[in-house]
Structures are given as C-alpha cells and as structure tokens.
T-cell receptor
Framework: EPEVTQTPSHQVTQMGQEVILRCVPI?????FYWYRQILGQKVEFLVS????????KSEIFDDQFSVERPDGSNFTLKIRSTKLEDSAMYFC????????FGPGTRLLVL | GENVEQHPSTLSVQEGDSAVIKCTYS??????FPWYKQELGKRPQLIID?????GEKKDQRIAVTLNKTAKHFSLHITETQPEDSAVYFC???????????FGIGTKLQVIP
C-alpha cells in the first residue's frame, strides 16, 4: 500500500538557521498539505497545495515559510529563519479526498 | 474559517465498555468528516470517515454518526480493548479539499 514518506525523521537546528523538510506524497494524489503538532497539542493546519500553487494557508504560515514542488515527486517545506517556537512535529499529508499522513519530521530549534 | 470543537479532552473506560467522542463544526458546507487515531510519537492514522450523504457508517467495532442539521458528528467504539488507547482526532474539510481542520483531540485510555 502506498504511503507518504518524509525526511529527515529528526532535525536539530540553531535558531535563525534555515531548514527544509521533505515529503514524497502518494503518487496519484493531487492535494498536498503541511501540518504541525506541538508536543501534546492538536494537529494544526499550515498550508495546502494544489495544481502547483498554494490553495490555502493559515495565519501560522507567515513569510518565514514557503512550500515548493521542485519535481514530480517531492514536496518541501522551508523555514527561512527558525525560531524556538517552530519546534514541533511537522506532518506532510496528501489527498485525493482522504488525507493520508507521513510519519513526520521532529524539528528541534535550539 | 471552519471551527471544530471536540469533547471530551480525556476519556477513561474499562476494557469492554463503549467510548463515545463528539465533535461539532461551524461550516455548513463541510461534507467530509474523517476520524484519526494517533498513537504516541506516530502519525495520525485514518480509522473511519463519513460523507455528508449518509448519517451513519460502521466498521467492525467503530461507528461514526453524522447530524448535518445540528452540525455534529460522533465516534463510537464498542467493546474497547487496551490497544484502542490513543488520541483520537475528528476533522472536517470545510469547503472542498483545500484544508482539513482538526479538533483538539481526545485522549482515550482503556483500562484492562
């Protein structure tokens, strides 16, 4: 059964550094998402992507964040200048109606 | 935007008893209502979903009911087992598939 994959599984970075989180969505899906989950809290929507452009974004997704689909398979989330409060689990998901989640990248900003 | 309220936030039941988790939503255009189970440190996993053209759906010990008029939907787990212990999230899509909004989660503990 196809699955969403994400790399890396863990990322530790210094405050102010740029990070890129990578995802490979399920191949026939058309909608892609990034969510984040601060430890012990709810799953928060960041952004959705369809037809090679952002279709919706939350107030969390400010100018420090960007997404890209650089080729036919990868979907990336870039955080330009990380802050302490960016520490969280970041989940990618893809959908053809039902959203399936990747295993997540645990980001720790020191 | 869509607002999803979920309760209770925590729920403890004895093994074999039933568990019910309830959610309400605000956007009357919502037409898709998935439920996810998240075990500690793992990804949310879809366990059941329902679309607005039906009022109830069942899959073995899990069932979901939807009341579109009242804008609420519920997850029912019967004959609970210790492996049902996890955090359960309700969600809904709002208008279209651009965004899936999650409830705050219910931590279910099944006591052997």
């Amino acid at each position: 059964e196809p699955e969403v994959t994400q790399t890396p599984s863990h990322q530790v970075t210094q405050m102010g550094q740029e990070v890129i989180l990578r995802c490979v969505p399920i191949s026939n899906h058309l909608y892609f998402y990034w969510y984040r989950q601060i430890l012990g809290q709810k799953v928060e929507f960041l952004v959705s992507f369809y037809n090679n452009e952002i279709s919706e974004k939350s107030e969390i997704f400010d100018d420090q964040f960007s997404v890209e689909r650089p080729d036919g398979s990868n979907f990336t989330l870039k955080i330009r200048s990380t802050k302490l409060e960016d520490s969280a689990m970041y989940f990618c998901a893809s959908s053809e109606g039902t959203a399936y989640f990747g295993p997540g990248t645990r980001l720790l900003v020191l | 935007g869509e607002n999803v309220e979920q309760h209770p936030s925590t729920l403890s039941v004895q093994e074999g008893d039933s568990a019910v988790i309830k959610c309400t939503y605000s956007d009357s255009a919502s037409n898709y209502f998935p439920w996810y189970k998240q075990e500690l440190g793992k990804r949310p996993q879809l366990i059941i979903d329902i679309r607005s053209n039906v009022g109830e759906k069942k899959d073995q010990r899990i069932a979901v009911t939807l009341n579109k008029t009242a804008k609420h939907f519920s997850l029912h787990i019967t004959e609970t087992q210790p492996e049902d212990s996890a955090v359960y999230f309700c969600a809904t899509n709002g208008q279209g598939y651009q965004k899936v909004t999650f409830g705050i989660g219910t931590k279910l503990q099944v006591i052997p």
